[in-house]
């Protein structure tokens, strides 16, 4: 069996192999594009197969009557023959995620890479699949590191990120809380949020509000806003470190409210 992740929820074998060698024809529909497609099409280039008409086939088939669920697909391997099936656009980018796969595992055989014969059905058990990424801890990830981050979370069918804020974001007038942190500026979010929807995943923000709020609470301007403000020892302090430090706001404190509400609306 293949090392598939996530596995498929119904996946066939059968005797015989679809061989790597070309030419081989890519059909795809009609004005079809997809980072799945273009890595597909690099990943054949990376083998040196030659893409055009020749006697094998990858077939790519979007058919909103057949019955597939919103992101399901169906792909069969044969020889001279594989084609995926999809209803919609998203379903046949994860048919060719799993393809893919195939690709990058499948064992040479003779000088050529051989893609087993199988069947899979496949469709995720729940609409929302999502990874939540800290990047308020010690370290703030470098874009590039971000960009690949999200291709790799689309390989694996994700389509949610959630990038978690304390305070490494570049509030406008908070520049004391974030200062030699590197933070996110709202251009970054914003490039992240298109490289995401290019690849079928939600940038979802995650400010953290009521507590984990001691890079906030420690300078003397927000102090006022804590649940404490003379400070408590919190596991956050770091070993040796016995001066109490405000760790969470005071919910009961109107402006507190307002204090979010800006982050929030920023």
Request: hydrophobic share 40%; aromatic share 8%; proline share 10%.
């Amino acid at each position: 069996m293949p090392h598939l992740l996530p596995h498929p929820r119904r996946l066939t074998s059968f005797p015989g192999a679809f061989e790597l060698r070309g030419p081989i024809e890519l059909r795809p529909p009609p004005r079809f594009d997809s980072p799945a497609l273009r890595a597909l099409r690099a990943e054949l280039e990376r083998e040196r197969i030659a893409l055009g008409a020749g006697t094998s086939a990858i077939e790519l088939v979007l058919d909103g009557r057949s019955g597939h669920p919103p992101e399901g697909y169906a792909l069969t391997i044969a020889p001279g023959l594989v084609r995926v099936v999809a209803a919609r656009v998203v379903g046949l980018n994860h048919g060719l995620r799993t393809l893919l796969q195939l690709l990058r595992t499948a064992e040479p055989h003779d000088g050529h890479r051989r893609l087993p014969a199988l069947a899979i059905e496949d469709f995720p058990a729940f609409e929302r699949r999502g990874v939540m990424l800290d990047v308020s801890r010690d370290r703030v990830p470098r874009m590039d590191y971000l960009f690949q981050l999200v291709e790799r979370l689309a390989e694996w069918k994700l389509n949610e990120l959630q990038l978690y804020f304390e305070h490494a974001f570049a509030y406008a007038g908070h520049e004391r809380v974030w200062r030699g942190v590197d933070p996110f500026t709202p251009d970054e979010i914003r490039a992240l949020d298109a490289h995401c929807r290019l690849h079928g995943i939600e940038l979802v923000p995650n400010q953290q509000s009521f507590g984990h709020l001691h890079h906030w609470l420690k300078h003397p301007e927000y102090r006022h806003l804590a649940e404490v403000p003379e400070g408590i020892l919190h596991p956050f302090l770091g070993a040796g470190q016995t001066t109490p430090e405000p760790f969470s706001l005071c919910p009961t404190d109107p402006r507190s409210l307002a204090f979010l509400g800006g982050l929030y609306d920023e």
